[in-house]
């Protein structure tokens, strides 16, 4: 029989010393399990988490990418449920299988799970839901919710929101008052499930399906197997590489993309702030993980020819400066390298910007202003 659950079975209160504690539900996030155990004390988080540690605004940053053994143990403590279980909870378990332990401790952003974005109590991203999965009862959010390659639910088809549809304020459940369950918006309050349900990508959906399958074993690049943290390294780099085809259109971008068989990347839109991947909505993350799917499952021998083919530069290809995968050297050494030059000095006052770098900061100030809630 399949298990019920994909990242950890959940587990139930023993002996609580807070009475009213719910059980952490099967793959509940760490977040979502903190703001219903204080919605049902009736009392907000800080108030919750301000008997367990000496600085309740403590917890005002990213608890899911992991807090401390001391905290855990009080959380536990007062909870009634292991420790193993509220860690299991949080992402670090998730990142551990995709990445080094010790680059993660030295990284803001971590490839591959979603940036909260925190300011005080206030996010400026949101955690994401399926619209028909979020009215389950009791409504709670799962780790799913900060995994950037999951953009799809696989019960209902249908595309995963991260925003309110009715005030498009990002989804903080911690912000909501202890009356208002997890379900609805803490600004509007406005119910979750009553939003449209955007279209699926199957491109994306295939590279979710696959990749939650995949981890923790082994995966394939076309033919090439891989273990599972360097298939997804070599997907984030595709994902980048993408990005970079729809910052800078060039013709050897085209031809390569034409090669191929890449039709999708004429439907995408480009970010307008330029952010990396794990800044993303649903429906941009979407489109590029359709395009990255194809270049998976076409192998590296297919991406090699397009490339020979397209003249495409080295450049194309952001091949990180830490230690990568062999198989991403392989696939550079079909590159075309231009020599460097530098580019041409310009008479123009320094102290004036171009218009696209003034409409990236408004779109960034529009961002801050709607995490904080200003008017």
Known sequence: MEASYTWHPGAHCLNPRWPLTPALLPDELFSSWLVRTAHAHGCTLDVLTGATVADPKAWHHDVDRGVSELQIAGLSRQAGIPPQALSAST????????????????????????????????????????????????????????????TCCVTHY????????????????????????????????????????????????????????????????????????????????MVSMIQGFLRHPSTSAKAFCHSMGLEG??????????LPFEYLSCAERSGLLGVVWAIMQAGPERFLLAAAEAS???????????????????????????????????ANDPGLHKAGDVLRSWVRLQRRIRRDGIP
Not at 265 to 270: A, E, I, S, T
Request: charged fraction near 10%; glycine fraction near 4%.
């Open 91 to 150: 992402l670090l378990p998730t990142a551990q299988g995709l990445h080094r332990l010790a680059w993660l401790h030295r990284s803001s952003v971590w490839p591959w799970l979603l940036v909260a974005g925190c300011r005080n109590a206030a996010h400026a991203g949101g955690l994401q839901c399926c619209p028909a999965c979020i009215s389950t009862c009791p409504p709670h959010y799962q780790i799913q919710a900060r995994l950037a390659w999951h």
């Open 158 to 237: 249908i595309q995963l929101i991260d925003r309110c549809s009715s005030c498009y304020a990002a989804l903080q459940p911690a912000l909501l008052k202890p009356t208002v369950t997890l379900d609805h918006c803490h600004q509007c309050l406005s119910t979750l499930h009553g939003a449209p349900f955007p279209e699926v990508d199957p491109g994306a959906l295939a590279f979710q399906v696959y990749a939650d399958q995949a981890f923790g074993r082994t995966a394939f690049f076309g033919k090439v197997e891989l273990t599972f943290s360097d298939w997804m390294f070599v997907s984030r780099i």
């Open 265 to 274: 990347v004429d439907k995408l839109q480009r970010s307008t702030l330029g």
């Open 312 to 346: 495409l530069p080295l450049s194309s290809l952001p091949l990180p400066r830490r230690s990568a995968p062999l198989i991403l050297s392989e696939l550079s050494t079909a590159l075309t390298k231009h020599t460097p030059h530098q580019c041409p000095q310009h």
